[in-house]
């Protein structure tokens, strides 16, 4: 018989340690979830500026080309022509510092974990947007020097980053919505990790529920057989520090470390309170008291 006890002892540490590893696991998880969340929302957010920043400089770039390719548009004053010039060279320049952006954005991508690959083809679509305006601006700039070249219509380019921005939009949301959704499961598996259960109840109420089974000259058994479920509350090994008992008298019935816990009087009253809940709850997730 005492063999068989301590092989019961020896299997309920061993689920226990189980149960504590898998909630370490759940918690690490939801610790990386939740900085490659903000991380990744962080990237989203500036590569939706750039979007917005690219999109003017196409505007600029149009206006541009709208001037150099009206008839007379110039007229015969060098400093029209130096005004456009000096607009030229302060889009290169902004342009320039984008694609830095991007380089920077995309460095960071490759620092956190996950594919992300949404954002990843956003940034390559983003560099292509910003060499396709390069060689526009390039070519402008060689129109300006002649006065006499029409420049393409640019209403094609404009067409096409308007689509990139709202595919952007719809992928950042679901990748949003798929990463809050991992989040959720990690929180859920976590909380059902540190969920216990305790009873509370005379002997003849415990023995009724079949949580307690006793007779002459046998030891009492606790939970061994088909018991109430519906008997026992739930609640959070987190939070749970202190359980009532409605009574003058109380009594564990379960295994629970007489060191991990204090049965205190509270108006006349014995209120169990948990010292070591790590400890209390070690080898079992159930609670049984009897009361008086």
Known sequence: MKKIATIAVIATAILSA???GKLREAEAQ??????DLRETLATQDSL??????????MSQIKDLEKIISTPGALGESASRKEQIKNDMIAIQQALQERRQRLDELEKRLSNTSG???????????????IAEQQTEIGTLTNQLASANIKIEELS?????????KDSLSTDLTEERAQKEAAEEAAI?????????????GTGKELKAKKILESGFLRKTKVMKGDFDMSYFTSADRRTLTEI?????????KTSQPKDS?????????????????EKFWQLSNYLVIEVD
């Open 48 to 57: 939706l500026v750039l979007v917005n920043d690219i999109s003017d400089g």
């Open 115 to 129: 594919e992300a690959t949404t954002l990843k083809r956003t940034i390559s679509n983003l560099k292509a947007q």
């Open 244 to 252: 009532p008992t409605h009574s003058n008298k109380a009594k564990i």
């Open 156 to 164: 094609a380019a404009v067409t096409n980053l308007n689509t990139v």
């Open 30 to 35: 939801n610790e990386q979830l939740k900085g």
């Open 261 to 277: 816990y204090q049965i205190v009087d509270q108006n006349g009253q014995k209120v169990i309170k948990i010292t070591n809940p």
């Open 18 to 20: 189980c149960n504590g």
């Open 188 to 200: 859920a598996a976590a909380n059902e990790l540190n969920t216990v259960y305790y009873a509370v």
